[in-house]
């Protein structure tokens, strides 16, 4: 996982968006929902950092210098403590393309189940050309997460991630399996790291 971090280090850059994309109904299916909504709740840190006077003007500063914040809140998209948005877009993340590809943000991350053939819980950081080149269809949703990321760098101004999950199984379920669910809970905290050094 060192090596992760240290891409995430490089990759959480500038104004991030952290998009949570799967069906929480579908088991494994549900890794980058429950993840999103992990940082978002603060549930799956560990340890729990303690808060500071430089969280709390970061969120507010965020919210504050964001004009259009209230109408991207409405679409679902939330500030983070850690002074990043983060949207939990279901099965449907096309929905909030148009907010992705306006140039507000430096980095989009995407976070879903992934099909790559790896061992159950295994973790794939991609940019958007190897989104497109390495798994045509990488997501296991009908719409390629590849061709939205194109669309959302675009704009010149945005690029665009996917951190991916390898799942054991996409059953009807409304738990992850063990090997995605100690993903995840780890992801959590190496997603928040960077931006807990940016602001400490």
Known sequence: MNDLRQQLNETLRGRVCIVGVGNVAGGDDGAGVRLAEGLLNSELRTPKPERNPKFEVRTSALTAESSDFGLRTSLGFQASEFGFEVVVAGSAPERHLSTLTDGAFDTVL????????????????????????????????RISLG????????NGRTRVWLLGVQPASLKPDD????AVAA??????????????????
């Open 175 to 178: 738990r992850l399996s063990s």
């Open 110 to 141: 995407f976070l879903d189940a992934v099909e790559c053939g790896a061992a159950p819980g295994a973790v794939v950081l991609l940019d958007a050309v190897e989104m497109a080149s390495r798994f045509p269809q990488v997501s296991t949703h």
């Open 183 to 200: 993903s995840v809970e780890c992801l959590a905290g190496l997603l928040t790291e960077p931006l807990e050094e940016a602001l400490s």
């Open 147 to 154: 061709l939205l990321a194109q669309m959302i760098e675009a």
